[in-house]
């Protein structure tokens, strides 16, 4: 897989952006490179890259999040060192933008650096079983309310079709018709394709470029939605 | 064919507000039931419907209350603090018995208090709230799946008693993301001749209101209404019982505790602890009679909720205190972790509750 210096992911809400670029960041943590992830969410106070921040520690990823992060102050704050990944050439960045528009806003003002320096990937991360962008359609109008939003206009797609828990390799694959219209419709070349790790196996050979995903541990899920051979918790 | 798709919770409780035949959502926003009011902003102009942001939560609810007179299918959502403020309009449209759906996502209080997950406005929702005597129906889904469902049933049930009904969620459940579908989606439609719809001069004029001049017939007015909710009370409440078969120890958990109580549950069988959970998915009509009779069989209750401790008052009061009654408890948007839980398991398999 070749990499960017700088590597953005935004898309409609709750399209898997946070995850995404924790494993990203992980993936290339893994290969020896020198890696910092910022969380740019400056709409959803729920379910941030903060979560994941043990696992970052461990494979000695640094993380820039806003402090208020899971915290009860509700405010769209932007951390000062996010400066930190535009400016420092020589560490890989990767930014997690906020959802829609909104969360794009607060991407805007790296924008003229991150085009100066112009060694970037501006990803558009999508799944299509997600309500509001249920067509190519529904979702180009995202990917244009986006890159209104922020000035940057996106480089490539990441098809990140999934139903949670009940995802199967067959759910990727019912998405590749959507995703190649998507393609042609935006004149974007689709990079990567995401899935749960086991489901990435179940697709081995057919697909390219499956970037497999360690998913955060949910204390919510119910006994029915673990994996059998797995412990309940912990 | 029904599809599946990936929803929030408060994306689905949108949709199936959208499906039940809700055109006329007012609101105000507040975090964690945001994506609701996005939802229906994005939504009700491509539907000839009407998505409204109000001055403020006063403003939103009295709207409500006002489509609702006119016999619309309406709806708003708020958090814990708005709700408060909704307090008012709530008491009113009780008052006047007209239907309507609000939705709260809660947060953790008192005051301002918090974003995160919390329960503790059980009492708010099930012991009134507003002044006056008056009840709501108050549904807790437990599932992305079940914020559709309920939704729909909410619409279904506010529209046969004349009342509201509340979805009673958390930050949590309004923010996760589930696979779901909305074939079961079951419409029910009633006449509404009380409605103001104009007269169009053919019939006596229709009057929706709150104030009575003589206490007399305020006095008949909130006794007839009474009977409707004995009504609600026979026919309405609504529960799920996990693993109670055998059980010698009841959980009572309802929403996001529930979930993390299943795999309490699951870990204490696991240890050859005969232990149950019941579910209430109705908080009001609170399934008593599934409480009774638990307590003919088991040795204790134990309460998991993200308060202080305020459904336990119910499962003593319904229990009629036949059986000891725990509390397993976090507050403040903090969540009883399942070791917690299954450590109260333990506990009161010892005897300690």
Redesign the interface.
Known sequence: MDHKRLTLFAGHYGSGKTNIAVNYALALAAEGKKVCIADLDIVNPYFRTADSAKELRQAGVELVSSQYANSNVDLPALPAEAYRLVQDKATFGIMDIGGDDRGAYALGRYTPFIKEEGNYRMAFVDNCYRPLTRTPKEALEVMREIEAACALPFTCIVNNSNLGTETTAQTLLDSLEYIRRLSEISGLPVWLHTARSDVARDLAGSLEQVLPLQLQERYFDLPSQKPANRPLWG | MAE?????GN?AIA?AAIRAGCRHYFGYPI??QT?IAA?MA?KMPKIGGVFLQAESEIASINMVYGAAAAGMRVMTSSSSPGISLKAEGLSYIAGSDVPALVVNVQR?GPGL????PSQSDYFQATKGGGHGDYRMIVLAPASVQEMASLTIKGFNLADKYLMTSMILAD??IG?????ITFEDAEIETYEKPWALTGTNCERPHNIVNSLYLKPDELEVKNMERYERYKLVEQNEPMWEEYMMEDAELCVVAFG?AS??A??AV??ARNEGIKVGLIRPITLWPFPKDALLAAADKVKGFISVELNMGQMIEDVRLYTQCKKPVGLCSRCG?M?P???EVLESIRKAQKGEF
């Open positions: 599946r798709v990936l929803m929030k994306e949709e975090t964690p994506e939802y994005k953790g208090g918090g974003i995160q930050g949590t923010q996760m993301m589930e696979p996001i979930r993390v299943k795999n699951v870990a948007g969540i972790s399942p070791e």
